[in-house]
């Protein structure tokens, strides 16, 4: 700049040009000097950031137990806001005696934190599973430990660190694995096995216990906490201790108000439903007993479907029974034949009960069309529970008479016969596709709702408990040859959820080129397959296509 136009009479200094002007005069710069000046924003040093506070194992062990707790309230579940969900989790960590001199936690901190933890747990309980399917004779848990971690860093590319909170959830019923060390371990192992068996039983026996529901919990917390309304006066008592309306603190008042009040309007709301239902029935003591007359229900059944002349025909027997008659004969025949239950026997009185046709048709009725158990009362006569009982024990007979048979590895004769069907649809060494659908379970308990959401049981942690590969993502061997390639290993067509193991192929997100897109196109067209059959298996079984009731 000239420095006449600067000092000329017409122009006017601005104080942040006369400073910039007298900062840039304070230093001296060579212009033969190799080095940079250090300006003003390179030369100030700010304040360091504050170091992130890592969670220890404690901290961790007790964020699991705030989350089963409140996940597992009887009464809330998880039916509330995430919020409010996660506000109690942070009051529980907070307020626990074990994280005494602890900084306290945020609600963020323990969201994003039990977001690492249930993910990475959940794909290590694949990989300890998978590690117990590869266990040898001979080695016991710390080799299967070891293998597990092994194969979660080759799946996952890095290493699995929560351990212990994987030791605090592996006997959950979300994260317990269903698969037992081999009996054929000896020692050493086959004590680790006998007790892992043992801790597996006691697991189960503690899975088929129901949580009580919300009626029953809300009367058990007003037994407890001994709430009463008498009058006009109010009085709250909680074992040994009683609190009044003179209470010092006024926010212990208010939330003593509020939880009485709560418990008063419900326990009025369910006197009064009660009453009503219950205005002219007497209480019994004893169960109702009716009189369905199973004879009539059987002989009814014989006429319409299994006479010498049958009422309806062989189509409607197919429509209503999803197979044919001969196919449903053998079922019946091979469970009554093996299966206790189905065996018709005579009671006390001398008097038959249900006939095998009766509660095979009552199972095949409930997962044809979905419906309740008591549906079918009026013609098959037998009640709801026994209904119940009956599609229990028909869907245990059938995967104990027929499993073998039907749920086991493909045979070199079935492989071939794949193999050829893929090659004919433009696939050579197809097996075929592969995905998952969800079945929602209407009438879930609200202490076991947090461990079946949405997202918990997702294609990955299907794949991982599914004994589809039992040696970890290891498809049959065969051996094919395309593009001057030979290769040794069949695969099956998957959607872009599943892992990027060597034997599913997916298909192309963004495809560029005439190439890319013609392979993408018939990668998605030939995966619907599975897509289609599932739309199938929902139009012939309705059940799995509603929620279920049971």
Known sequence: MDPLFVNSPG???????????????????????????????????????????K????????????????????????????????????????????????PPREYSQCKQRWGRVNDSVGKFVGSFEAALKKQASGQNDNDVMKVAHDIFTND???????????????????????????????????????????????????????????????????????????GHGLQVTSGRKQKTMSSSSSDEIDEILNEAFEEIVDQHVDNFIDSIINVQANNRTRRAYIER???????????????????????????????????????????????????????????????????????????????????????????????????????????????????????????????????ARGFPSMIGSIDCMHWEWKNCPTAWKGQYTRGTLNNINVLDRSPVFDDKGRAPKVKFKGNNHTYRMAYYLTD????????????????????????AERQESTRKDVERAFGVLQSKFAIVKNPTLL
């Open 293 to 423: 007359d199973r004879e009539q229900g059987h002989n009814q059944l014989w006429d319409d479907y299994f006479s010498d002349h049958p009422t309806y025909s062989a189509d409607m027997f197919r429509r209503r029974f999803r197979m044919n008659k001969p196919l449903f004969l053998r079922i019946v025949d091979r469970l009554s034949n093996e299966v206790p239950y189905f065996q018709q026997r005579r009671n006390a009185h001398g008097r038959y009960g249900l006939s095998a046709l009766q509660k095979c048709t009552a199972a095949m009725r409930i997962l044809a069309y979905g419906q309740s158990g008591d549906t079918y009362d009026e013609y098959l006569r037998l009640g709801e529970s026994t209904s119940r009982l009956c599609l229990e024990n028909f869907t245990n007979g059938i995967i104990q008479l027929f499993g073998d048979e039907y749920l086991r590895s493909p045979t070199p004769e079935d492989l071939q016969r794949l193999l050829d069907l893929g090659e």
């Open 11 to 53: 122009f006017v200094h601005s104080p942040g040009f006369v400073n910039l002007s007298a900062s840039r005069n304070t230093q001296t710069i060579d212009v033969e000097s190799s080095e940079f000046p250090s300006f003003s924003s390179q030369g100030s040093v700010g304040p360091k950031p504050l170091e992130r506070r």
């Open 55 to 102: 969670w220890t194992p404690k901290e961790d062990l007790v964020l699991i137990s705030a989350w089963l707790n409140t996940s597992k309230d009887p009464i809330v579940g998880n039916e509330q806001k995430a919020g409010a969900f996660w506000k109690r989790i942070e009051d529980y960590v907070n307020a626990s005696p074990q994280l005494n001199g602890f």
């Open 156 to 230: 996952h590319e890095y290493k699995f660190t929560l351990e212990h909170c994987w030791r605090e959830l592996r006997f959950d019923q979300k994260w317990r694995s269903h698969y037992l060390s081999k009996d054929g371990a000896k020692d050493k192992g086959k004590e680790c096995a006998d007790k892992r068996k043992e801790q597996a039983e006691v697991v189960v026996d503690d899975e088929e216990a129901r949580p009580p529901g919300v009626k029953a919990s809300k009367a058990a917390k007003r037994r407890k906490h001994g709430f009463c309304f008498a």
């Open 496 to 519: 872009g959820i599943y892992p990027n193991w060597s034997t599913f192929i997916q298909s192309i997100p963004l495809p560029e080129g005439p190439k890319a897109e013609l392979f």
